[in-house]
């Protein structure tokens, strides 16, 4: 009898680990889609559109936090969901806010009449893309309510509020808060 009892005792011991194991598991798949969904998300820049400030294979965070308490503001690098590709996220720098004026006149960008000194441009010039399908963009533009115009550091290369329009401020998944990876890029913002 008494071994009967003992094997009873070890099948329920090993049930009562395999169960805390699950516990486990789900507890922390729970804890990082609560910190990926709500509080801060690493991506992989795969191009060269917020060149030199952000380079093809940094890594960097994107926190939640600010815009609970505010807005996108003109300078933030903003990470959004992109219009055209579904589970796609963009990387990009917000220029204007909703009720702001772009205009871009011999490659210059103007912000309510005002000529915009961007140094981490580098003098490249902003010039007018063809748009997205659907899209009509004529200046000056007047960004409309709950949007926001993001354009590229590279203003070469980029397919940004020139080509897809101002985007909804609901878009907006976080604001770039650090470069982390490789660890000579380090930087805040």
């Given at each position: 009898?008494?071994?009967?009892?003992?094997?009873?005792?070890?099948?329920?011991?090993?049930?009562?680990?395999?169960?805390?194991?699950?516990?486990?598991?789900?507890?922390?798949?729970?804890?990082?889609?609560?910190?990926?969904?709500?509080?801060?998300?690493?991506?992989?820049?795969?191009s060269s559109s917020m060149e030199p400030t952000l380079q093809v294979n940094d890594k960097i965070f994107s926190e939640h936090l600010t815009y609970y308490q505010r807005a996108p503001?003109?300078?933030?690098?903003?990470?959004?969901?992109?219009?055209?590709?579904?589970?796609?996220t963009l990387v990009k720098r917000c220029i204007a806010t909703e009720g702001q004026t772009v205009d871009l006149i011999d490659g210059t960008l103007y912000i309510d009449g005002v000529s915009q000194d961007q140094s981490y441009t580098h003098g490249l010039p902003s010039y007018p893309l063809?748009?997205?399908?659907g899209v009509t963009v004529s200046y000056p533009y007047t960004v409309p309510k709950g949007e926001i115009w993001v354009m590229g550091d590279n203003r070469t290369n980029s397919a940004d509020s020139r080509y897809l329009g101002a985007i909804p401020v609901s878009s907006v998944t976080g604001r770039v808060c650090c470069i982390y990876w490789p660890f000579d890029h380090f930087i805040t913002f």
């Open positions: 009898m008494k071994s009967s009892r003992h094997g009873a005792s070890r099948g329920s011991g090993l049930l009562h680990s395999c169960i805390e194991i699950i516990v486990m598991i789900v507890v922390v798949f729970g804890c990082v889609w609560l910190i990926q969904n709500f509080v801060v998300n690493g991506y992989v820049i795969p503001q003109a300078g933030d690098i903003v990470t959004f969901h992109d219009p055209e590709v579904a589970d796609r063809s748009t997205a399908p």
